[in-house]
T-cell receptor, first 118, second 114 residues
Framework: AQKVTQAQTEISVVEKEDVTLDCVYE???????LFWYKQPPSGELVFLIR??????QNEISGRYSWNFQKSTSSFNFTITASQVVDSAVYFC???????????????FGDGTTLTVKP | NAGVTQTPKFQVLKTGQSMTLQCAQD?????MSWYRQDPGMGLRLIHY???????DQGEVPNGYNVSRSTTEDFPLRLLSAAPSQTSVYFC?????????????FGPGTRLLVL
C-alpha cells in the first residue's frame, strides 16, 4: 500500500528564514507522481508542483524549491526567505495507477502546518 | 468557467439522517473524486470516477455512495449519517484518468453530524 509521511506536524519560523518541509513516501510502483499542495487559512487547496518518478531533477520556482530523491524516497519542499503569506498547511501527495481502471489514486500526507511570524 | 463547485458549503445533520453533497465541474473533466479531511489529517479518498457510469472505491468508502450519470456531476450520498462522518468534504476533478494530473479542488463542504 502506498503511504506518505510528513513527520513535521507544525513548524514555526520568523519571516525571512528558510524552511524545509519533509515528505517521505512508500510505493511498490515504478511509475508514480508526487505533488505538493498548499492549504491557506481560507481552506482551499492550491496546487504547487508535480513530479513524476522518472524525473529526479530538482526544481526552483521563485522562493520555492523541491528536492526529489528516489534513493531515499523523499520529496522535500524548501521555502527561501519565508513570508507571512506562506503561513498555511502544506500537503505532500502520491499518485499511483489503479490497475482495474488504469486511473490514478492519490494518498495524502497528514500535512505540515507552517506559521511564519513577522 | 466556474471550475469545481460544491453545495452546500455547510450542513448540520442529525445521526441517521441522509443527505447528498453535490459536486459539479464545467471543464469537461473525465476524472472526479471525493475526499474527506479530518482535523490534523490529510485528505483521504472516498470514491472516484473515471467517467460517466464508472465509479470505484477509495480508501474510506464505507457509509458513502456515489454515482456518475453525467460528466459534469458527481454527487456523494450519506445513507445514514454518523458522528464519525463529521468532516470537511472536498470534490476534485482532472482532465482524464487522474494519474499524474493536477487535481482541481472545489471549495469544500463542512459537515457536522450531531
Amino acid at each position: 500500500a502506498q503511504k506518505v509521511t510528513q513527520a513535521q506536524t507544525e513548524i514555526s519560523v520568523v519571516e525571512k528564514e528558510d524552511v524545509t518541509l519533509d515528505c517521505v513516501y512508500e510505493t511498490r510502483d515504478t511509475t508514480y507522481y508526487l505533488f505538493w499542495y498548499k492549504q491557506p487559512p481560507s481552506g482551499e487547496l492550491v496546487f504547487l508542483i508535480r513530479r513524476n518518478s522518472f524525473d529526479e531533477q530538482n526544481e526552483i520556482s521563485g522562493r520555492y524549491s523541491w528536492n526529489f530523491q528516489k534513493s531515499t524516497s523523499s520529496f522535500n519542499f524548501t521555502i527561501t526567505a519565508s513570508q507571512v503569506v506562506d503561513s498555511a498547511v502544506y500537503f505532500c501527495a502520491l499518485s499511483e495507477p489503479t490497475y482495474n481502471t488504469n486511473a490514478g489514486k492519490s494518498t495524502f500526507g497528514d500535512g505540515t502546518t507552517l506559521t511564519v511570524k513577522p | 468557467n466556474a471550475g469545481v463547485t460544491q453545495t452546500p458549503k455547510f450542513q448540520v445533520l442529525k445521526t441517521g439522517q441522509s443527505m447528498t453533497l453535490q459536486c459539479a465541474q464545467d471543464m469537461n473533466h473525465e476524472y472526479m473524486s471525493w475526499y474527506r479531511q479530518d482535523p490534523g489529517m490529510g485528505l483521504r479518498l472516498i470514491h472516484y470516477s473515471v467517467g460517466a457510469g464508472i465509479t470505484d472505491q477509495g480508501e474510506v468508502p464505507n457509509g458513502y455512495n456515489v454515482s456518475r450519470s453525467t460528466t459534469e456531476d458527481f454527487p456523494l450520498r450519506l445513507l445514514s449519517a454518523a458522528p464519525s462522518q463529521t468532516s470537511v468534504y472536498f470534490c476534485a476533478s482532472s482532465p482524464t484518468q487522474g494519474l499524474g494530473e493536477t487535481q482541481y479542488f472545489g471549495p469544500g463542504t463542512r459537515l457536522l453530524v450531531l
